[in-house]
């Protein structure tokens, strides 16, 4: 078989540290992958005078799997998120954001098993119509959702809920408000619903999932939901896990996928040897298991889980005392 070329982006902060300890996560664990390396961001800004290079766009396409760290996109006028425009550039409509309970992370919940499903490209993050008046005193900005985008965030939910064997999907909105916006999504995903009597179907307004999501986590299995509230919600999940060093994300398209963590470029423990890795290695799990590589999968995770729970050394942020490398090799080391 043809060995797997991964376009990897290290990113700017802490993303070259988190990246560099995946790879060697992945090597040890004998995946045999080959790497591109690309540059994004404020790194690429500086050394090319472009946040994205047109190289980079044309290996992402090329190679079709991406790897990558967080990107800075500068505060101010003339800087779109750089994520916003990867994601509507290869059409990746599906954001997966799974968050799962390890024990010894002193999270506040311990069994903790929640896939977000965000959508990706439409809602408040279409980036269409940002005015704001000569005056500065009125700002507008359009939120779009079409019933294709809906249907196939939605059907896409149903389908991972399938293949992993899930149980339950909710769906959140607030559509009692956003009644054409949200009433539109939540009108296809009852409609989606119906074709999965297999699974169970729920919907949940966003602000009282929120209080739901804190009070009583155990009753969520899936949830699909709208660009913005999925980008809220999974933060919130990941507050439930141990924070944002354990939330990873995958951004699917029809032809391409990139594979990231949920947080940013953290420039408040960047070049410490603070950044908790378990993010993208995460990431990178979902990765191996997009690629059918569930068995490097399982042995990952088998040893983070290992690592956590026995507090070899762990990161700050999981309550641990040991920098980023340290705990790096006590995943190689398990490996
Ligand atoms: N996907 C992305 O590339 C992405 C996502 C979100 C934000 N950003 C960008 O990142 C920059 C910084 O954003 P921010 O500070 O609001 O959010 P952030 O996610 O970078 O950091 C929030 C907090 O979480 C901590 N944290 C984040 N990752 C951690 C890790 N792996 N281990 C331990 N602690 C970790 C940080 O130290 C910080 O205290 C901004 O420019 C923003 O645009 C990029």
């Given at each position: 078989?043809?060995?797997?070329t ?11 540290d ?14 045999n992958?080959?790497?591109?390396y ?32 967080p ?13 916003v ?5 290869f059409?990746?409509?599906?954001n997966?954001?799974p ?6 992370t002193?999270?506040r ?32 900005a ?7 985008g ?18 339950k ?43 739901q ?5 155990e ?7 709208t ?18 060093g ?7 398209g029809?032809d ?22 378990t993010?993208v290695?995460?990431?990178a ?19 983070i ?11 700050r ?19």
């Open positions: 078989m043809a060995k797997q991964i376009t990897v982006i290290p990113g700017d902060g802490i993303g070259p988190i990246i560099d300890a995946t790879i060697k996560v992945l090597d040890k664990a004998g995946c992958f080959d790497y591109e690309a540059d994004a961001g404020l790194v690429a800004l500086e050394k090319h005078g472009e946040l994205v290079p047109e190289e980079t766009l044309s290996l992402i396409k090329k190679n079709k799997i991406t790897l990558k760290g990107l800075t996109t500068p505060v101010g006028e003339g800087f779109t998120s750089i994520n425009t990867l994601r509507k550039q059409q990746l409509y599906a997966v954001r968050v799962l309970s390890f024990k010894g002193k999270a919940y311990e069994n903790i098993d929640i896939i977000t499903i965000r959508e990706n490209t439409e809602g408040m993050y279409s980036g269409l119509g940002q005015t704001l008046s000569d005056d500065g005193e009125e700002a507008e359009k939120s779009i959702i079409t019933r294709e809906a249907e196939r965030i939605v059907t896409f939910a149903y389908e991972t809920a399938r293949k992993e064997g899930r149980k999907i909710t769906a959140v909105h607030k559509a009692n408000i956003l009644k054409s916006t949200s009433g539109l999504f939540l009108k296809v995903a009852r409609e989606v619903a119906q074709r999965y009597p297999d699974i169970e179907s729920t919907e949940m307004i966003v602000d009282n999932c929120c209080m999501l804190v009070m009583n986590p009753q969520f299995d899936m949830i699909v939901t660009n913005l509230f999925g980008d809220i919600l999974s933060d919130l999940c990941a507050g439930l896990v141990g924070g944002l354990m939330a990873p994300g995958a951004n699917i029809s391409c996928a990139i594979f990231e963590a949920v947080h940013g470029s953290a420039p408040d423990i960047a070049g410490k040897n603070l950044a908790n890795p993010s290695i995460l990431a799990i979902q990765m191996l298991e997009y690629l059918d590589m569930g068995d490097k999968a399982n042995n990952i995770r088998k040893a889980t290992d690592v956590i729970e026995s507090g070899d050394r762990t990161t942020d999981l309550g641990g005392s040991h920098g980023t490398s340290d705990f790096t090799q006590a995943l190689l080391e398990r490996l």
